[in-house]
């Protein structure tokens, strides 16, 4: 797909991978519509966005968690950009603490955006998106899906529920000529390290092999440009998630040791 002049809608674009990923879009010539809660930081890069392209950004505060706030989503794209080409679902929070520990808000809230508004909103723009026969639908996964270590278990069913999802609608979707692209990253240097784990015991034992947002992003469009159907960052996580596989007992005393688990 050539992304000059199409629209594309990324959720969680105030900041981190998704702001990334509006400037990475922005300079293939994409008009865009930014979602997230933060309105003052989204108009921020909605301009910058427009900066890069000389094309449409268009901000729309939402909170995806939040069933009527995304029922009135559709009626407000239909009115202001038409229709969408790339939905980019991007939005996420993890919380890192013991499972039998994590308070019921927070796992709400991790399988509420995570999960269940990534869901609804593929629904609403995938029957949009059926009916024209095109578009791509990019969803943010993670190596955690994979690969889950301790203190990860409820954002990493979230992720692991991503990427069934994704597989199933690849599939469905298909046929309709809707291209379907799950993202799979390791860390990557955005405000998610801090929120998971306040202390930022995590993002610091994680800084030397984080990745850049803006060198994953522009991954991530190029791998919509060319109709990839995953991508897996860094190269050695996705080879220990492959080998996880073929010896799962050994696997979780390794992940659990203090050589692997940094959380
Ligand atoms: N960073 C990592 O290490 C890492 C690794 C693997 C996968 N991922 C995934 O990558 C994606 C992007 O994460 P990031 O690293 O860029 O994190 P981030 O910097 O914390 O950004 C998260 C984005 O989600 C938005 N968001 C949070 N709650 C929302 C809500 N209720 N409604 C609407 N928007 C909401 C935030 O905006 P507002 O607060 O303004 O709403 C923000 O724009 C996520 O799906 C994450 O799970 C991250």
């Keep these: 797909m050539n992304l000059t002049n199409k629209t594309v809608l990324i959720t969680g674009a105030s900041g981190g991978l998704g702001a990334a990923l509006a400037y990475a879009a922005a300079?293939?010539?994409?008009?865009?519509?930014?979602?997230?809660?933060?309105?003052?930081?989204?108009?921020?890069?909605?301009?910058?966005?427009?900066?890069?392209s000389g094309k449409r950004a268009d901000a729309i505060r939402i909170d995806l968690t939040q069933?009527?706030?995304?029922d009135r989503l559709l009626p407000?794209?239909?009115?202001?950009?038409g229709a969408?080409?790339?939905?980019?679902?991007?939005?996420?929070?993890?919380?890192?603490?013991?499972?039998?520990?994590?308070?019921?808000?927070?796992?709400r809230q991790i399988?509420?955006?995570?999960?269940?508004?990534?869901?609804?909103?593929t629904q609403k723009i995938g029957l949009t998106m059926a009916a024209l026969r095109r578009g791509t639908i990019v969803n943010i996964g993670s190596q955690a899906?994979?690969?889950?270590?301790?203190?990860?278990?409820?954002?990493?069913?979230?992720?692991?529920?991503?990427?069934?999802?994704?597989?199933?609608?690849?599939?469905?979707?298909?046929?309709?000529?809707i291209h379907?692209?799950?993202?799979?990253?390791?860390?990557?240097?955005?405000?998610?390290?801090?929120?998971?784990?306040?202390?930022?015991?995590?993002?610091?034992?994680?800084a030397a092999?984080?990745?850049?947002?803006?060198?994953?992003?522009?991954?991530?469009?190029?791998?919509?440009?060319r109709d990839l159907r995953e991508i897996n960052a860094p190269w050695p996580m996705e080879l220990a998630a492959k080998l996880r596989t073929f010896a799962p007992g050994i696997a979780d005393h390794l992940i659990a040791s203090p050589l692997f688990n940094r959380k």
């Design 145 to 177: 899906g994979k690969l889950v270590t301790p203190k990860a278990s409820v954002y990493a069913a979230a992720k692991a529920a991503v990427i069934a999802y994704s597989n199933g609608l690849r599939m469905e979707l298909r046929p309709l000529n």
């Design 84 to 107: 969408v080409d790339v939905l980019i679902n991007n939005a996420g929070v993890g919380y890192f603490e013991n499972a039998l520990d994590l308070p019921d808000e927070k796992l």
């Design 209 to 225: 092999i984080a990745l850049d947002p803006e060198q994953l992003a522009k991954k991530i469009i190029r791998g919509i440009e």
């Design 76 to 81: 407000i794209l239909q009115q202001k950009v």
């Design 27 to 52: 300079a293939r010539g994409a008009n865009l519509v930014l979602c997230a809660r933060r309105g003052e930081r989204l108009r921020q890069v909605a301009a910058r966005a427009r900066a890069i």
């Design 180 to 206: 379907v692209l799950t993202v799979n990253p390791g860390p990557i240097k955005t405000e998610f390290a801090h929120i998971a784990d306040p202390t930022d015991h995590y993002a610091q034992a994680v």
């Design 67 to 70: 069933p009527d706030q995304l």
């Design 111 to 121: 399988m509420r955006l995570d999960v269940v508004s990534l869901i609804q909103l």
